[in-house]
């Protein structure tokens, strides 16, 4: 059975501070993940997937398969960036498993002035 | 582009009822998914619908079933329900299966069973 694990349900550090989401994975095979972020009053979205190692609003994640961890980074933390955050995993290979994402519980990201 | 949208947005029924949600994909989508949230839980999975047919179920029993018509639209279905089927239910669709793996979420129909 696959399962995401944010042990952090709320977080919050001041603007300027670097900020660390943490998420670990159990999955056997070789899975997919992704952090989806919720702003308030607005539908859960796409904020990055390990696949395309890239850099969203100077959010970045590693996916670290020897800790099985997938953290959300950035260094630099702006108010904008409260928000929920969700890290889930998709099990690799597509078709049948394709739209079936596994969700962490969720942390509460607070960025005070 | 027109985004995800559900109906209803909000819902109150009693115990024993039956639901019906319903959730128009995003333009050019062919992909439906749905998951429950429940209060300070993180989505869960219900079932995908591609092509009409059923493929991929999460850990939900019969009762919930689903619906996909050939515009991509789909419905949810909760037969009997329960005081633990109150939720707030997201419908998600994506392009092609196979593709890059962005779910695209509607605003959800939160539903509380009394």
């Known amino acids: 059975a696959q399962r995401v694990t944010q042990p952090e349900k709320l977080l919050s550090v001041f603007k300027g501070a670097p900020v660390e989401l943490k998420c670990n994975y159990s999955?056997?095979?070789?899975?997919?993940l992704f952090w989806y972020v919720q702003y308030s009053r607005q539908r859960l979205q796409l904020l990055l997937r390990h696949i395309s190692r890239e850099s969203i609003k100077g959010f970045t994640a590693d996916l670290n398969k020897g800790e099985t961890s997938f953290h959300l980074k950035k260094p630099f933390a702006q108010e904008e960036d409260s928000a929920m955050y969700y890290c889930?995993?998709?099990?690799?290979?597509?078709?049948?498993?394709?739209?079936?994402?596994?969700f962490g519980q969720g942390t509460i990201l607070t960025v005070h002035p | 582009e027109t985004g995800v949208t559900q109906s209803p947005t909000h819902l109150i029924k009693t115990r024993g009822q039956q639901v019906t949600l319903r959730c128009s994909s995003q333009s050019g989508h062919n992909t439906v998914s749905w998951y429950q949230q429940a209060l300070g839980q993180g989505p869960q999975f219900i079932f995908q619908y591609y092509r009409e047919e059923e493929n991929g179920r999460g850990n939900f029993p019969p009762r919930f079933s689903g619906l996909q018509f050939p515009n991509y639209s789909s419905e949810l279905n909760v037969n009997a329900l329960e005081l633990d089927d109150s939720a707030l239910y997201l419908c998600?669709?994506?392009?092609?299966?196979?593709?890059?793996?962005?779910?695209?979420f509607g605003e959800g129909s939160r539903l509380t069973v009394l």
């Open positions: 998600a669709s994506s392009p092609l299966a196979g593709g890059p793996g962005e779910l695209f």
């Open positions: 889930a995993l998709r099990s690799g290979g597509g078709g049948t498993s394709y739209g079936k994402l596994t």
């Open positions: 999955y056997s095979g070789s899975p997919e």
